[in-house]
């Protein structure tokens, strides 16, 4: 395969599993075909029981410069929906999610970063928002995610001016979680993510929901820790002073 090739590659190793957006003539843009291919992409790897972690990061030192602005030419409205599909099921993924951000994380790209639950950059990752560039109706899922992030104010900055902004003001407003000195990210995701594939997937999958406002399946989660033995396994661990070992399995949400 040519290695130019708009792509999104994919790797799973120790519980991990790692979605790199790989588009170098563009900046990493998104194309109509990645854009396409990415739930598809998350629905296998959601089923893999192996995978307790996922990270989204870009090829080499772009995280993604936004949807490739040719395809808007075809038809934005087709677009557009392909980009929200990709980020509502980023959003949707069943395991704790993480962006990892060096450079551009712009427009589409920002989209994808907003899907995931946690958000590292690289100092010097720049951040912007940027449909009133291109006379765009920035989708209400989109934007209501993004007041959640960082609120009304620099919500309605971000969308009206389409100005980029860095790390410093990203981690401020809350778009940004950790900012690490550069070439510092990989080693910190690395360590971060191991950190989450240790603990329990029951926790995380029940904060996740409850966290994003979901409030009809207290019941459910109810009769999961109930039915799961994390939670005897856990305080045992901790009174055996020895790491825990989680069994439970969390499943794509309907």
């Known amino acids: 395969m040519d290695r130019t090739e708009p792509r999104l590659i994919t790797s799973v190793e120790r519980g991990v599993a790692t979605v790199v957006i790989s588009n170098p003539a563009k900046r990493n843009a998104m194309t109509t075909a990645m854009w396409r291919s990415l739930p598809e992409l998350l629905e296998g790897l959601a089923a893999d029981p192996e995978v307790r972690v996922l990270v989204l990061t870009g090829a080499g ?16 409205g087709t677009a557009q929906g392909l980009a929200v599909e990709a980020e509502e099921a980023l959003a949707a993924f069943p395991r704790p999610t993480l962006a990892a951000v060096r450079g551009y994380c712009v427009g589409g790209g920002g989209q994808l ?31 209501r995610r993004l007041v959640a ?24 407003t809350g778009l940004v979680d950790e900012v690490l000195p550069p070439g510092g990210l990989d080693k910190r995701v690395e360590e971060y993510v191991r950190v989450l594939a240790s ?32 939670t005897a396994e856990g ?11 989680f069994t439970y399995t969390t499943a794509p949400t309907r």
């Open 149 to 172: 992030l960082v609120g009304p104010g620099t919500a309605k900055h971000l969308l009206f001016s389409g100005e980029l902004i860095d790390t410093e003001r990203a981690l401020r």
């Open 61 to 76: 030192d772009t995280f993604c410069a936004g949807a490739d602005i040719s395809t808007l030419r075809e038809s934005a």
């Open 113 to 143: 970063a907003a899907a995931c639950d946690l958000r590292f950059a690289e100092e010097g990752a720049s951040f912007g928002v940027t449909p009133a560039k291109l006379g765009i109706v920035y989708p209400a899922s989109s934007t």
């Open 235 to 245: 305080v045992a661990a901790f009174l055996e002073r020895r790491a825990p070992r």
């Open 199 to 230: 603990r329990s997937q029951l926790t995380q999958a029940s904060a996740k929901e409850f966290a994003g406002g979901r409030t009809d399946r207290d019941a459910h989660w109810a009769a999961e820790a109930r039915g799961s033995t994390d």
